[in-house]
């Protein structure tokens, strides 16, 4: 799907604003905090972006169309999270914006969903509740029920997925996505596939003659599976996770590869399914 960005479940991303805190341990590694030290932004400081780039969805080509067409996908806040309490004087206004484009569909993810001021999202809105572990899980999930205020749709982003995660079958019932996906960068620690694949068949299967959730896996991150002997035979880092998911003896093996080598197959095929938006 990405044509502006490089996140496999988006076309375009949006940053009204830059910069954040950290709040949870899958914060560790943040993407958005590297790409700040890389560029010369303080990420502790939460920044308003310039005029440019808050016109960014309004922008058009010079026959007057549109340049991020209708039906595409926005992410926005890829360097910051959307209800970081500094940006609330500015909150209001980027809800604004996004109302002039209800063609869009427009994705906010949150490691916040307590702070809900979600009632001006237009209704082509899909909240993501992020976590990364099972504590993060049971805490961030159930709030994400109030969020259907506005209509629009809710889902879990489990990355980095740092351990092993059961979703609550009470919160299986109503949830309409689920996206995993390992961790990238230099200080990335790998996700066992068993992890994955326990969350990929509950989405599969969520019991009690329900319908399948939708389910994403974004990618494997920085390590990729692979047999013992590859593993072993990598100078860059191997390690193996036990039946039981923890390190470092067993017979799952990982290997230091780099995000696009490790790719996003999960065992043989990739998983690309998105929600239904249907206002
Ligand atoms: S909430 Fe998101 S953007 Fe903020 S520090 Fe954590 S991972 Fe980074």
């Known amino acids: 799907m990405a044509t502006n960005s490089k996140i496999e479940w988006t076309e375009h991303t949006w940053n009204p604003w830059i910069g954040c805190t950290k709040v949870s341990v899958g914060c560790d590694h943040c993407c958005a905090e590297a790409w700040c030290k890389r560029w010369g ?35 926005v806040n ?4 959307f209800w970081h309490p500094s940006s609330d004087p500015w909150r209001d ?20 969903p ?10 082509r809105t899909i909240f993501l509740a992020s976590a990364e572990n099972q504590e993060t899980l049971d805490a961030r999930a159930p709030l994400l029920i109030s969020f259907t205020a506005c209509g629009g749709v809710r889902g879990l982003s489990i990355e980095p997925m ?20 390992g961790e990238s960068g230099p200080h990335a620690v790998p996700m066992n596939p068993d992890w994955v694949r ?10 009690q003659g329900r319908a399948p959730r939708p389910f994403f896996f974004k990618q494997w991150g920085a390590w990729a599976p692979m047999s013992r002997d590859e593993a072993l035979s990598r100078g860059t880092g191997c390690c ?3 039946s039981d998911g923890k390190k470092p003896f067993g017979s799952v093996h990982m290997g230091r590869v780099g995000k696009k080598a490790a790719g996003r197959l999960l065992d043989g095929r990739t998983h690309d399914d998105f929600p239904i938006i249907t206002s």
């Open 162 to 181: 740092l351990g092993p995660i059961i979703i609550p079958d009470k919160i299986l019932e109503w949830i309409d996505w689920v996206i995993v996906g």
């Open 198 to 207: 326990a969350v990929r068949d509950q989405c599969r299967d969520p019991g």
């Open 41 to 75: 932004h303080d990420f502790d400081i939460v920044t308003r972006t310039n005029p440019a780039t808050w016109r960014q969805p309004l922008a058009k080509d010079r026959q007057g169309n549109y340049k991020w067409k209708p039906g595409d996908t926005v992410f």
């Open 114 to 123: 307590e702070r809900p001021s979600y009632h001006s999202a237009p209704r």
């Open 78 to 81: 890829t360097l910051s999270d």
């Open 240 to 242: 193996a996770f036990g």
């Open 93 to 112: 206004e980027a809800y604004g914006l996004m109302r002039q484009r209800p063609d869009l569909t427009w994705i906010l993810c949150t490691k916040r």
